[in-house]
């Protein structure tokens, strides 16, 4: 029996309502829920003392439901002769004061300003089916007798799916005539089958009747939403239609964590209602293969303020190790972000509990205590030391956090890409508090959430003889295909560095090869201000740094009569650009022509260091074939958990290693850095630099 159309369009026919009602019979057709689901915001919006004009009724219980709980001056009309016959007849005898009329809610017989409430379930979506002129003439003679007919102070309140299309025309029509208006997400169906049924959610547009004033510009728009008790002032009609959109995009994703589990990584931000910025990043991760004990469903784990970078949190691969580890089938894991205030962990707890148990996995027991877990039992410190904006770079900040073992790391991280840490430096540890006492009252207030700011003097707070990166480890590494690993240190070299950043790996270079000279290129004059306030950058007779664009540098170094002869060449330059396939460095960098250039001042024997960032195959496959054209030996050293990749370059195949040379080189190099009385960080072990190369 077809009931439904066989085009939207026919949802607009009187002719298609009358087949309709006449093969189904008695029995109610209930568009979006009946009373039982509409009663909580009804009664916020609806009296029982108002006078209700209820257009489009259909068949439906719902006036008959609100005459029984006592609001019993309601009209209701159709424009199907066949379903007011059958309404008439079935309430005839128990609902004597409530009538119901065939009519056109186009051309109602209504004197103005009738009524105090008119209620709408599915109507508007039965007619708004589309965006043709014809459509919206009609939806236009709708909303206009919907205005004739209400007095001044009464409510339109429509029940709809709230498409696009159709929040667009509502909300644009009734704020222009001066109205308030405010969407209203209905709660939800609390049984879980009806929830995989009816996926997306209920809105109820509630359309206020104002006098129209001379020169109101600015139009009152609203969102509540199941979470909050009080409705949310929004800045544009647009703002509007998109936190309609995010809500259904939400109820989407519940939906498909309850089909789908396991199907992937999925992410979504949760926002402070007041501000709109994002409070919360959630990845859901799902491991099916877990054996998980009864009480190990489900857990939410809460990563350390500014450690959403790392490995383990910042990747999928590494939820993934982090969930299987955990021993639960689905965990949470729950970012926090910077500028915002959090009350510690409790706080946390409770501000997340509600809306966390919306994720929770099917089949989880009722009342089922779900755990909260982090490192160490607390959220972390992070203390924004520094914020600006440079032309070239955009907006930044300078964040200080901790690390493992209660170590600081200082951070420069570019707001464009707020989840890349572009520079890192650690911070020295006598700056951690001193003494029993103060170490317990450090311990309480990390424990409850406060900032624990390290010193602000950059200068004297920075471990010079650290490299945060692996990738600069990889780099320095490097230089160990020079030849006479033993000799480096005290050679004479002369080291080209295109990229500055927070000058950790040009002034690493500096400290421990004493005869080293070190030129730094870079494009932003505000980084070398940054290098040299926070992280302890300092340039001197052997470290220079050249305020300019490194493709110019290089050229005009390759052009003079007498090129210079560098021993090492590295790049270290992200793109600004995001929608290429390459991060780093720019395209124009590894251009055949321009690696030509980097060929003609590097000396004969020595190696061009590259820092390497390609999601994208081809292109990176095209790198590849650029650099082997230009340099014969390549080797390439892949960053473990990143998508770092250093290619080591060589002009001539004469001096290729075999890998055990390699690794004996690296070995050499670093027994030789590891002087009497000199900082060397025990984790930094050069040879592991060189373990995985690979002869491209």
Known sequence: MALLPRSAREFGSAGYWERFFRQRGARAFEWYGGYAQLRPALRRYARPRDTVL???????????????????????VDISEVVIKQMRERNAD????????????????????????????????????????????????????????????????????????????????????????????????????????????????????????PGLVQPILEICTEELDKPVRVESAERLVEAVKERQMYALLRSQLDKAPGAG????????????????????????????????????????????????????????QLAASAGFRRLV??????????????????????????????????????????????????TIQHRNSSARSGDFVIEDVRGDDAC???????????????????????????????????????????????????????????????HHKAMVAGLALLGSPELLPGARLSVLVIGLGGGSLPLFIHDYFCQACVEA???????????????????????????????????????????????????????????LGMSCPPPAFVEKSFLEKVRTILAPDGVFVLNLVCRDSLLKASVLAALKEVFPLLYARRIEGEVNEI????????????????????????????????????????SDMLKAVELV
């Not at 068949?59 to 439901?65: D, F, P, Y």
């Not at 709980?69 to 309601?74: E, K, N």
């Not at 946390?348 to 027991?365: D, F, N, R, Y």
């Not at 004469?654 to 960080?681: F, H, I, M, Y």
Request: proline share 5%.
């Open 265 to 320: 990584d999925v992410s979504l931000d949760l926002c402070d209602a007041d501000t709109g910025k994002p409070r919360y990043t959630l990845h859901v991760v799902d491991s099916p293969s877990v054996n998980a004990s009864r009480d190990h469903h489900f857990a939410i784990f809460i990563v350390p303020q500014g450690r959403e970078t790392e490995w383990l949190f910042g990747t999928e691969a590494g939820r993934r």
């Open 94 to 213: 128990r609902r004597p004061k409530m009538s119901f009329l065939v009519m056109d809610m186009l051309q109602m017989d209504f004197p103005d300003a009738r009524f105090q409430v008119v209620l709408d379930k599915g109507t508007l979506d039965a007619i708004l089916v589309d965006e043709e002129e014809a459509t919206l003439e009609r939806v236009d003679r709708m909303f206009a007798e919907i205005s004739r007919v209400l007095q001044v102070g009464g409510r339109y309140l429509c029940v709809s799916l709230a498409q696009a299309h159709v929040v667009k025309k509502a909300v644009g029509y009734f704020s222009q005539e001066g109205w308030v208006v405010r969407i209203h997400q209905l709660a939800g169906s609390e049984d879980r089958e009806a929830q995989q049924q009816f996926v997306l959610p209920v809105f109820l547009y509630v359309m206020t009747k104002c006098k129209k004033l």
């Open 54 to 76: 209820v257009v489009g009724c259909g068949n439906s219980e719902l006036s008959e439901q609100m005459y029984d709980v006592g609001y019993q001056d309601i009209v209701n």
């Open 647 to 686: 290619l080591y370059c060589r002009p001539h195949p004469e001096g290729q290693l075999a890998a055990p040379e390699l690794l004996e080189a690296a070995r050499v190099l670093e027994r030789t850095l590891r002087q009497p009385g000199r900082a060397w960080d025990s984790s930094y072990v050069l």
């Open 521 to 579: 290129v870079e494009i932003d004059p505000a980084m070398l201000e940054v290098a040299t306030r926070w992280f302890g950058f300092s340039q001197g007779d052997r470290l220079k740094v050249h305020v300019a664009d490194g493709l110019d540098y290089v050229a005009e170094r390759a052009a003079a009569e007498a090129p210079a002869r560098y021993s090492a060449v590295m790049f270290d330059v992200d793109s600004k650009d995001p929608t």
């Open 333 to 382: 894991t729950v970012a926090l972000h910077r500028d915002q205030h959090y009350a510690g962990m409790e706080g946390i707890q409770a501000q997340l509990s509600g809306k966390v148990m919306e994720l929770a996995p099917p089949g989880l027991p009722a009342h089922q205590q779900v755990p909260f877990l982090s490192v160490g039992g607390d959220i972390g410190v992070r």
């Open 408 to 470: 600081y790391f200082r951070r420069l991280i570019f707001l464009s890409n707020r989840n890349v840490v572009q520079s890192e430096a650690r911070l020295l540890p006598s700056t951690a508090p001193k003494g029993q006492k103060k170490r317990k009252k450090a311990k309480k207030k990390l424990a409850a959430g406060a900032t624990e700011a390290p010193p602000t003097s950059a200068s004297q707070a920075v471990d010079r003889s650290y490299l945060c990166c692996e």
